[in-house]
């Protein structure tokens, strides 16, 4: 059983373009949620993460937005490029040390 | 750095045969995880340890998996007897602190098929 659901499954956007990743939790004791990166062949890599103390977290050209009344977490890719491509994972900690990760979503950039 | 390295990076093997895969964490870092990823059940942690004392093992999924870590720079997972549903990619991991919200290293994964 996932805890943390996320959505599109995958998602394919032009070169310039905003992707948008969406996860939903329902344990509110989450209180650290991380987005990881995965090229294909490579093991995941920590992109951005936020706690609930704060609505947005914005690195470079990836931004998340909290909501945590809604108990929903997004991240936006602004101005989308080819290196982009990849597969992104949103996660959520359990307790000290045990993450549930979503079911990830295969982002395609077209140039 | 080199990061965290894992051997070997593709395994096929028979079933029943006895598969170990090999983990090297990051120098310094205390807390080392064993995660398994397929596309039915995504990834999923298997056992944790820090400092090098297994912590929690509640995701191994049979008495055909054990992992140890006999040392701050060593882990291994093995797998006995192998079945063709054990065909996953197997990641290992490491963090330095063991509190909330420490970065999680991943290595570049075994890719372990059973015919």
């Known amino acids: 059983q996932q805890q943390v659901k996320q959505s599109p499954q995958s998602l394919i956007v032009q070169k310039g373009g905003i992707s948008i990743i969406n996860c939903a939790y329902e344990?509110?004791?989450?209180?650290?949620f991380p987005w990881y990166q995965q090229f294909p062949g490579k093991g995941p890599a920590l992109l951005i993460a936020?706690?609930?103390?704060?609505s947005e977290k914005k690195e470079g050209r990836f931004t998340i937005s909290f909501n945590k009344s809604a108990k929903q977490f997004s991240l936006h890719i602004m101005d989308s490029q080819p290196g982009d491509s990849a597969t992104y994972f949103c996660?959520?900690?359990?307790?000290?040390?045990?993450?549930?990760f979503g079911a990830g979503t295969t982002v395609t950039v077209r140039a | 750095d080199a990061g965290v390295i894992q051997s070997p990076r593709h395994e096929v093997t028979e079933m029943g045969q006895e598969v170990t895969l090999r983990c090297k964490p990051i120098?310094?870092?205390?807390?080392l995880f064993w995660y398994r990823q397929t596309m039915m059940r995504g990834l999923e942690l298997l056992i944790y340890?820090?400092?090098?004392?297994?912590?929690?093992d509640s995701g191994m999924p049979e008495d055909r998996f054990s992992a140890k870590m006999p040392n701050a720079s060593f882990s291994t997972l093995k797998i006995q007897p192998s079945e063709p549903r054990d065909s996953a990619v197997y990641f290992c991991?490491?963090?330095?602190?063991?509190?909330?919200?420490?970065?999680?290293?991943f290595g570049p994964g075994t890719r372990l098929t059973v015919l």
């Open positions: 996660a959520a900690n359990t307790n000290d040390y045990k993450l549930s």
């Open positions: 340890f820090n400092n090098n004392v297994p912590i929690d």
């Open positions: 991991a490491s963090r330095r602190t063991s509190g909330k919200g420490g970065e999680q290293f």
């Open positions: 936020i706690r609930p103390d704060v």
């Open positions: 344990n509110t004791a989450f209180d650290y």
């Open positions: 120098s310094g870092h205390n807390s």
